[in-house]
């Protein structure tokens, strides 16, 4: 027997899952509001403020600063991955169900809009698929085998 006649996919799922861990620096910024300069961020530079003006740029630092102060209590970050059950054949009276993942994708904010994250659902499950065709396991029945949410 062939290794696609020994390995089936019995059904794939896609996880949200809680990110208690996030990494929140990309909203820390430090200015000096006295001297309209930027002391340190991850999102804004001098450039920026060539561009934008300092009273814009100081508006998006004092939203993130609020932002991070809401972290927790308005929004909160998830990670979501993509899960594939298969079955092994070992012999005609034996077989083992085992887990395939995709690597997820994580610090995802869970208020970024349901478009968003259908879009990284969707880049999880191609993940997935190619993992497992690089596996050599056929997937003409992945999207079969997908359980969708209800």
Do not use: H
Not at 15 to 44: G, H, T
Not at 82 to 92: D, E, L, P, Q, T
Not at 123 to 136: P, R
């Amino acid at each position: 027997m062939e290794l696609e006649n020994k390995v089936k996919i019995e059904e794939i799922k896609v996880e949200e899952l809680s990110d208690d861990y996030p990494d929140l620096s990309y909203l820390e910024d430090e200015w000096d509001e006295e001297d309209q300069k930027i002391i340190s961020s991850c999102q804004f530079n001098d450039e920026t403020i060539k561009e934008y003006g300092w009273n814009k740029v100081l508006e998006w630092m004092q939203e993130n600063k609020e932002r991070l102060n809401n972290y927790g209590r308005t929004w909160s970050c998830i990670g979501i991955k993509a899960i594939a059950k298969i079955n092994v054949s070992m012999n005609k009276n034996t077989s083992i169900l085992q887990e395939i993942e995709s690597g997820g994708l994580w610090g995802i904010e869970n208020d970024s809009g349901e478009e968003y994250i259908e879009g990284i659902k969707k880049g999880q499950l191609e993940e997935l698929k190619t993992i497992l065709e690089n596996m050599g396991i056929d997937t003409k029945e992945f999207e079969e085998r997908i359980i969708k949410d209800e």
